[in-house]
């Protein structure tokens, strides 16, 4: 099956820094990578999303790259303010499966 | 844009009952739908995808004789724990998509307490 590993569990940044979380997946045959954001004892919500036949895709202060060959993706986040703090999950989705998540800290 | 709702947000129950979730899109027609549970501070755990009219297919390591799922039409689902224990405490996420769309839309999340 998928397996998908994150990084960093941890990442702290200062107010309009750049933050940047990696995930690699393992099933070749998966082609749609999303990611997701979750505040604490809410739902996940998508933030951006990618598919295999795209190398990157960028959404205001958010974009992804994806990496099919080397089998990893990546989000970046610039300009980050204090309401981009929150978990980031990525996933693989042919057949759902998350990583273990980032908590992202950003500091006034 | 799609909403999916799960009802009752917070369940306390105690040990040895049984408690029904229920995940319901609200706007589109879910053919297929994912149970989750997540612990505390740690990602979603698949547990079981179900498409309508049909069984539904458990992770490994899920008890489909605990975790009982119900996808009778295309706007509802239903998870039921059976003789809940403390153990089964978590916080249990549906979230629904359609057709052959790849996005999946969460439900809020049901909190079960098991006392």
């Known amino acids: 099956g998928e397996n998908v590993e994150q990084h960093p569990s941890t990442l702290s940044v200062q107010e309009g820094d750049s933050a940047v979380i990696k995930c690699t997946y393992s099933d070749s045959a998966s082609n749609y990578f999303p990611w997701y954001k979750q505040e604490l004892g809410k739902r996940p919500q998508l933030i951006i999303d990618i598919r295999s036949n795209v190398g990157e895709k960028k959404d205001q202060r958010i974009a992804v790259t994806l990496n099919k060959t080397a089998k990893h993706f990546s989000l970046h986040i610039t300009e980050t303010q204090p309401e981009d703090s929150a978990v980031y999950f990525c996933a693989a989705s042919r057949i759902p499966t998350f990583g273990r998540g980032t908590s992202l800290i950003v500091h006034p | 844009g799609a909403v999916v709702s799960q009802h009752p947000s917070w369940v306390i129950c105690k040990s040895g009952t049984s408690v029904k979730i229920e995940c319901r899109s609200l706007?589109?027609?879910?053919?297929?739908m994912f149970w989750y549970r997540q612990f505390p501070k740690q990602s979603l755990m698949l547990m079981a995808t179900?498409?309508?009219?049909?069984?539904?297919?458990?992770e490994q390591g899920v008890e489909k004789d605990k975790f009982l799922i119900n996808h009778a039409s295309l706007t509802l689902s239903t998870l039921t724990v059976t003789s809940a224990h403390p153990e089964d405490s978590s916080f249990y996420i549906c979230?629904?998509?359609?057709?052959?769309?790849?996005?999946?839309?969460f439900g809020p999340g049901t909190r079960l307490l098991v006392l």
């Open positions: 706007d589109f027609q879910a053919t297929t």
């Open positions: 179900s498409n309508e009219g049909s069984k539904a297919t458990y």
């Open positions: 979230s629904a998509k359609s057709g052959l769309a790849e996005t999946q839309y």
